[in-house]
């Protein structure tokens, strides 16, 4: 995965930086020929106004907040907030629920019948973006940054992936590997005749 | 007849929230029995369907599809175009919005609206359809149903590396982060090309501002690529040297591919669908102008072929003008029916030479698990020898 997404890295680089387009495309889309080298347009943005959209969390870990959180915090908010929509996880269920299932007893089970966070989420980072930015579902955004590292230690630890004595904080989340990780290809379809 | 007007009439005052929002020609009106001798409704400052047309949406918890059997031409009227969003429509005042550039860029920067609006502007007609655009459950399908998750529109604003000229991109950065402006503050990272090659930032459809329902004030444009990347009500450009690995990117719009899971799989195969006649469709013996749209994420569409014998045999179909990039392109094939049951079905073919698969070379490329995204399979319709329409399920599980 890691040479993979390396190597797509490195091939997008050197298109763009050559500016051949790969597009099969004729179609001219604007001219530019006597354009200044800059319209003015718009404005410098202020380092306070970019942190307070910066809310994006990378696999490396760049863009957590300080703070922490464990499993046992993460259970009583997740039973307060989360488990009305996606379950407790412990057997299926004989309802729909609005919301997806995160875990279940047999993590790591065929993901073919169902797709959790322990058996098809390749990064634990993306737990802790996704939820502080828009969970849960009826009041978005209200969480603080520990309820967020408790909740995602509570889903990994109930995905079997850590257990419930390690606590998420900015150091450790990055180090957690996700078991579907290995399964993750980037796209090898390309442009001609080929079905894949 | 009658009957029939008034219930159009009454559909007027539908809505999805259910409030009376339009109330079109007065239902005594459409009750008169001779339009010559009743003077209608004087000029207005909208228009208005006529209320004997119910060409509606179809709306599920999380998506709504266009009615693609009841269109013609190639533009989906604005407020017909499909809708896919993660946490509803939000309202954003445009005199508010701002779209921030940062992260691997010489200059950080804020953009309004009214200075996205000062810059070279470019119009083009492209589709967008999610790459979840495919359903085969049963008999009973309309086009609308097996893939209305697919629209076209022309669509106005600045091209994105216009934007990046502004703000400069450093050598290093080779994906941004595109993050909406809704309660999903939905996010999904883009590889830098993309931004050189043909990505705009839109402010219009079809002539007017965007629908809220499309990203109003302004969203990302990526012809060709699965929908959910064409970030709506875009808020900000984040640029890295690496994805960002979103909940979008990861746990969806990625599909088992055999013993792998696909990621990143940006461009719509070609593909295509007969729009008529269709369930719930029935024609009569004779003369029939078979009737679809053809597309494809990687270019133009350069060939249609309709087979009429359950695809022993393949013609080939006229293609109505203009045929452009990465848009949807009419085909039509003038058939002569005599009367027995057959099955009738289309493939596409575009300018890199890929045809149009069927659900079994799919299955043979990709393994039993696959489903989910990215399905583009020939689908068949069976005439009966009633002149009933009937959609061809397939099974592959």
């Given amino acids: 995965m890691q040479v993979n997404i390396k190597t797509y890295i490195l091939y997008s680089y ?46 490396d870990g760049k863009g957590l907040p300080p703070g922490a959180g464990d499993a046992a915090t993460g259970k009583t908010i997740y039973m307060a907030k989360c488990a009305a929509c996606h379950g407790i996880g412990a057997e299926p269920m004989d309802v729909k629920l609005p919301g997806p299932a995160l875990m279940n007893d047999n993590a790591g089970a065929d993901r073919n019948k169902l797709k959790t966070i322990g058996n098809y989420w390749p990064y634990a980072t993306t737990i802790f973006d996704y939820v502080r930015r828009t969970m849960p579902y009826n ?51 390309h442009a001609g005749p080929e079905i894949r | 007849m009658l009957g029939g007007a008034a219930t159009a009439a009454v559909m007027l005052f539908k809505s999805s929230y259910g409030k009376m929002i339009h109330a079109g020609i007065p239902e005594s009106v459409l009750q008169s029995a001779d339009p010559t001798k009743t003077i209608g409704p004087p000029p207005g400052e909208t228009g208005t369907r006529s209320a004997f047309e119910h060409v509606v949406k179809k709306p599920s918890d999380i998506s709504s599809r266009t009615p693609l ?14 809708e896919r969003h993660h946490a509803g429509v939000p309202a954003i005042d445009p005199h508010k919005y701002e779209l ?7 200059k950080p920067m804020v953009f309004t609206l009214a ?63 595109a993050e909406g402006g809704d309660a999903a503050i939905m996010t999904r990272s883009i590889p830098v090309k993309k931004a050189w090659d043909d990505a705009m930032i839109v402010y219009a459809q079809n002539g007017e501002a965007i629908r809220p329902e499309q ?36 746990s969806k719009y990625t599909y088992a591919v055999k013993d792998r899971i696909r990621q990143f799989s940006f461009e719509m195969d070609a ?58 392109t009419g ?26 698969p069927s659900l079994q070379q799919l299955v043979n490329a990709r393994g039993t698990d696959m489903g989910g995204y990215h399905m583009n399979p020939i689908t068949a319709w069976v005439i009966q020898r009633d002149g009933k329409v009937l959609f061809k399920p397939e099974k592959w599980k």
């Avoid at chain 2, 085909?331 to 149009?356: C, H, K, P, V």
């Fill in chain 1, 14 to 59: 050197m298109l763009c930086m050559s500016c051949k387009h790969n597009s099969n495309s004729t179609v001219v889309l604007q001219d530019t020929a006597n354009w200044p080298a800059a319209f003015g347009f718009g404005r410098p943005a202020t380092q306070a106004e970019i942190a307070k959209l910066d809310i994006d969390v990378r696999p």
């Fill in chain 1, 139 to 189: 009041a978005p955004g209200t969480l603080t940054d520990n309820e967020v590292y408790s909740l995602t230690a509570y889903i990994l630890n109930a995905n079997n992936i850590i257990t419930a004595q390690t606590a998420m904080n900015a150091a450790s989340l990055p180090k957690v590997t996700m078991p579907a990780k290995k399964l993750f290809v980037p796209d090898n379809r």
């Fill in chain 2, 69 to 82: 059997q009841d269109l013609y031409g190639i533009i989906t009227p604005s407020d017909r175009h499909y």
């Fill in chain 2, 100 to 106: 921030l550039i940062h992260g691997m860029v010489n």
């Fill in chain 2, 115 to 177: 200075d996205l609006k000062r810059f070279p502007s470019v119009s083009r007609i492209c589709f967008l359809e999610c790459s979840g655009n495919f359903r085969n459950s049963k008999e009973t399908l309309t086009p609308q149903e097996i893939c209305g998750l697919t629209s076209q529109s022309e669509w106005t604003g600045v091209m994105l590396s216009t934007l990046f000229r502004e703000t400069g991109v450093q050598p290093k950065a080779s994906w941004f982060l």
């Fill in chain 2, 215 to 250: 990203g109003y004030p302004a969203r990302l444009l990526l012809p060709g690529w699965e929908g959910n990347t064409s970030v709506k009500w875009l808020r900000r450009l984040e640029l890295s040297d690496q994805p960002y690995m979103t909940r979008e990117e990861t």
């Fill in chain 2, 271 to 328: 593909r295509s669908i007969i729009t008529f006649p269709a369930f719930p469709q029935q024609v009569a013996k004779g003369w029939i102008e078979i009737r679809g749209i053809a597309w494809s994420g990687w270019g133009k569409i350069v060939k249609v072929e309709v087979s009429t014998d359950a695809g022993k045999t393949w013609q080939a179909a006229r293609l109505q003008e203009p045929v452009l990039d990465k848009a949807h």
């Fill in chain 2, 331 to 356: 085909f039509r094939y003038l058939w002569q029916w005599n009367g027995d049951t057959t099955e009738i079905m289309s493939r596409a073919i575009d300018e890199t030479g890929y045809t149009q």
